[in-house]
T-cell receptor, first 114, second 112 residues
Framework: KQEVTQIPAALSVPEGENLVLNCSFT??????LQWFRQDPGKGLTSLLL?????REQTSGRLNASLDKSSGRSTLYIAASQPGDSATYLC?????????????FGKGTMLLVSP | EAQVTQNPRYLITVTGKKLTVTCSQN?????MSWYRQDPGLGLRQIYY???????DKGDVPEGYKVSRKEKRNFPLILESPSPNQTSLYFC???????????FGPGTRLLVL
């Protein structure tokens, strides 16, 4: 059964810093790895999706990498801003008894202070 | 606008009183699912549906029912809610294949 772990659970940084969020998964036979953002009390917004055949994806100040062999993904946020404060979730899409299932980590709560 | 909608957004109820949380998507997605999110436990899948009349259990299906009579709708039914079902519930949809998943805004449920 797939398990997804995110480290750290919480992170506080001053504005302008570059930062890295980590995600690890136990079953490397994934279809893709997704990063989501969740604001307090709100739904999830998809940030980046990396297919299993890809190594990284970029969107603006965000860059996500994937290393299937080691079961790891990282989300790099450049020049952080207070508006980046949110919980970041990674999720692995993998096979479960013939169907694909999205397994989530518990998230990293990020606070960027002005 | 492509979206997943849930109703109600907030609900307070009492133990044993049947309730239904509706979910609807306008993107013609085949796959729909329900998750609950709890502090310290993250998001866990309750049920999912690959298409009309095809549903299956996720990781935490006990105490829940679903139906998929139409492609766009996937209601979550709590026949006899209990306080341990107090949670934040999310509905999601995506097309068949390895694509990103779209989430609804969430339904916060409190069972007294």
């Amino acid at each position: 059964k797939q398990e997804v772990t995110q480290i750290p659970a919480a992170l506080s940084v001053p504005e302008g810093e570059n930062l890295v969020l980590n995600c690890s998964f136990t079953d490397s036979a994934i279809y893709n790895l997704q990063w989501f953002r969740q604001d307090p009390g709100k739904g999830l917004t998809s940030l980046l999706l990396i297919q299993s055949s890809q190594r990284e994806q970029t969107s603006g100040r965000l860059n996500a990498s994937l290393d299937k062999s080691s079961g790891r993904s990282t989300l790099y946020i450049a020049a952080s801003q207070p508006g980046d404060s949110a919980t970041y979730l990674c999720a692995a899409l993998s096979s479960n008894s013939g169907y694909s299932t999205l397994t989530f980590g518990k998230g990293t709560m990020l606070l960027v202070s002005p | 606008e492509a979206q997943v909608t849930q109703n109600p957004r907030y609900l307070i109820t009492v133990t044993g009183k049947k309730l239904t949380v509706t979910c609807s998507q306008n993107m013609n997605h085949e796959y729909m699912s329900w998750y609950r999110q709890d502090p310290g436990l993250g998001l866990r899948q309750i049920y999912y549906s690959m298409n009309v009349e095809v549903t299956d259990k996720g990781d935490v299906p006990e105490g829940y029912k679903v139906s998929r009579k139409e492609k766009r709708n996937f209601p979550l039914i709590l026949e006899s809610p209990s306080p341990n079902q107090t949670s934040l519930y999310f509905c999601a949809s995506r097309p068949v294949g390895q694509e990103t998943q779209y989430f609804g805004p969430g339904t916060r449920l409190l069972v007294l």
